[in-house]
């Protein structure tokens, strides 16, 4: 519950800053969030890895606190919202980077991890 809540606060406040500096349709907030997300997942799970990790502590950081940070549905919802609005192309963007950025960075961040441990993958 902890992380969850800790999750969701740092999301609001990260997703916040680019409409600060931004004035425009792209979601840039949600995808700040949900690519960094996708890093940490991925770094902090090659770092600790599961076996030396505690199930408790597992459940913090990976649905608790990193599950509450990044976020599918408000991707969903804001991708909606673009199509619905006419901005197909923004849509599609949005689509595309989260997902396949998405996917790259976890894998990113677990292969940075593996290097500071100097653990062959």
């Not at 425009?24 to 991925?42: C, D, R």
């Not at 976020?71 to 689509?95: H, V």
């Amino acid at each position: 519950m902890l992380g969850g809540a800790m999750g969701a606060v740092l999301r609001y406040w990260i997703s916040g800053l680019p409409y600060k500096i931004y004035v425009g349709v792209f979601p840039w907030g949600t995808l700040i969030v949900n690519l960094a997300g996708s890093f940490l997942i991925g770094f902090f799970w090659g770092l600790l890895g599961r076996e030396n990790i505690s199930t408790n502590t597992r459940s913090f950081l990976f649905i608790g606190l990193f599950g509450s940070f990044t976020t599918f549905s408000t991707f969903a919802f804001e991708s909606l919202n673009l199509i619905r609005d006419g901005n197909i192309k923004y849509a599609l963007i949005n689509m595309l980077v989260s997902n396949l950025f998405g996917v790259l960075l976890v894998f990113a961040g677990f292969v940075l991890s593996k290097m500071i441990l100097n653990i062959k993958l």
